[in-house]
């Protein structure tokens, strides 16, 4: 399997906010990196695929980049729905291993 | 709007079968990949596999002898079947439609989840 990583695991932020959550995976996935963002009692929710491709409907002020190893999800001004947890997953290998997870916190 | 919605026993007793169907509404069956992803109380996502809607599955090695996911196009359902469990197989249970992007997959619409508790 490959590992995912993903730092910090929690972080307290305020409203408006830039936030920054990275992943990093034991070996190289190249571009093969989802983002999911989960809320208390709910089901995930896809907002990145393919480390930068932003899912249909889901607000600009996500963003996606790396490869290889390194990932980062970036939002640039937190609005008070985002708290939540955020998980990254990689496809790159057949067992779709997810991240530990990072919930990010009001301050 | 696709949705999916699980259904099955809230409880099952160790050693026995885990059965849960995720009814597909809202768009086809046909097409897409069928998954269940689950996540112990307050812990993370773990993918157990799918199936592709005319054949072919992909289970996580760690479950693979204990798993069987099918579908039923005719029914717009898929079913999880996972046996001789053990109090480690407490979760909540997702199911979820796949696709691929260039080789890559995703999971892009969810069920709400079900909460399955092995217990005697």
């Known amino acids: 399997d490959i590992q995912m990583t993903q730092s910090p695991s929690s972080l307290s932020a305020s409203v408006g906010d830039r936030v920054t959550i990275t992943c990093r995976a034991h070996?190289?996935?190249?571009?093969?990196l989802n983002w999911y963002q989960q809320k208390p009692g709910k089901a995930p929710k896809l907002l990145i695929y393919?480390?930068?491709n932003l899912q249909r409907g889901v607000p600009s002020r996500f963003s996606g980049s790396g490869s290889g190893t390194d990932f980062t999800l970036t939002i640039s001004s937190l609005q008070p729905e985002d708290f939540a947890t955020y998980y990254c997953?990689?496809?790159?290998?057949?067992?779709?291993?997810f991240g530990q997870g990072t919930k990010l916190e009001i301050k | 709007q696709v949705q999916l919605q699980e259904s099955g026993p809230g409880l099952v007793k160790p050693s026995e079968t885990l059965s849960l169907t995720c009814t597909v509404s809202?768009?086809?069956?046909?097409?897409?990949?069928w998954s269940w992803i689950r996540q112990p109380p307050g812990k993370g996502l773990e993918w157990i596999g799918y199936?592709?809607?005319?054949?072919?599955?992909n289970y996580n090695p760690s479950l693979k002898s204990r798993v069987t996911i099918s579908v039923d196009t005719s029914k717009n359902q898929f079913s999880l079947k996972l046996n001789s469990v053990t109090a480690a197989d407490t979760a909540v249970y997702f199911c979820?439609?796949?696709?691929?992007?260039?080789?890559?997959?995703?999971?892009?619409?969810w069920g709400q989840g079900t909460l399955v508790t092995v217990s005697s």
């Open positions: 070996q190289s996935i190249t571009n093969f």
């Open positions: 809202g768009g086809s069956i046909s097409g897409y990949y």
């Open positions: 393919a480390a930068s």
């Open positions: 199936m592709y809607y005319s054949g072919g599955t």
């Open positions: 979820a439609r796949g696709d691929y992007h260039d080789s890559l997959y995703y999971s892009d619409y």
């Open positions: 997953q990689q496809s790159y290998s057949n067992t779709y291993t």
